[in-house]
């Protein structure tokens, strides 16, 4: 556990090297949690979103501020959007990797979502390797409540 809050952790000015996330994200993961790296990791992200509740018009600054990459709203329907991925680190993985997995990142923006809307969301990644971009659908339960978050932290 950190000994610092989030919130610390939060504004500090650093962030780490690419190697080092791309050393861990992409050869070390999969290797340790074999045939269960895709749900782990999304799992993982709705961990890692639950204790950094931000409102949503922070959501795309916390992204890049835990380095996920650059996240863009593209369109929304009542029970379904839309957001792009990019920026270097997802080019990066895109382009050295065969097989990059951005499920981390889809449960980071479903749960943040969540705590924001109060209700169930699900994001599911879709890689368009020719654009080097992530497409993240995320759907709406709009039926079934869920708490949001009680103090969401300023960025």
Same mark, same amino acid.
């Given at each position: 556990?950190?000994?610092?809050?989030?919130?610390?952790?939060?504004?500090?000015?650093?962030?780490?090297?690419?190697?080092?996330?791309?050393?861990?994200?992409?050869?070390?993961?999969?290797?340790?949690?074999?045939?269960?790296?895709?749900?782990?990791?999304?799992?993982?992200?709705?961990? /890692?979103?639950?204790? $950094?509740? @931000?409102?949503?018009?922070?959501? !795309?600054?916390?992204?890049?501020?835990?380095?996920?990459? =650059? %996240?863009?709203?593209?369109?929304?329907?009542?029970?379904?959007?839309?957001?792009?991925?990019?920026?270097?680190?997802?080019?990066?993985?895109?382009?050295?990797?065969?097989?990059?997995?951005?499920?981390?990142?889809?449960?980071?923006?479903?749960?943040? /979502?969540?705590?924001? $809307?109060? @209700?169930?969301?699900?994001?599911? !990644?879709?890689?368009?390797?020719?654009?080097?971009?992530? =497409? %993240?659908?995320?759907?709406?339960?709009?039926?079934?409540?869920?708490?949001?978050?009680?103090?969401?932290?300023?960025?």
């Amino acid at each position: 556990m950190a000994k610092a809050s989030y919130q610390d952790l939060l504004t500090l000015p650093a962030t780490g090297p690419l190697f080092g996330q791309l050393a861990i994200r992409d050869l070390l993961l999969p290797d340790l949690l074999g045939v269960e790296t895709s749900n782990i990791l999304y799992w993982a992200g709705r961990a /890692l979103a639950a204790k $950094l509740p @931000v409102a949503e018009p922070d959501i !795309p600054a916390l992204f890049e501020k835990v380095g996920l990459g =650059t %996240l863009t709203p593209e369109a929304a329907k009542r029970a379904e959007r839309s957001y792009l991925l990019a920026g270097a680190v997802v080019e990066t993985r895109i382009q050295n990797f065969d097989d990059p997995d951005f499920r981390l990142e889809a449960g980071f923006l479903a749960q943040s /979502l969540q705590q924001v $809307l109060g @209700v169930v969301v699900e994001a599911n !990644p879709t890689i368009d390797r020719r654009k080097k971009t992530v =497409t %993240l659908t995320v759907v709406l339960d709009p039926k079934t409540e869920q708490p949001t978050a009680d103090k969401p932290i300023a960025l």
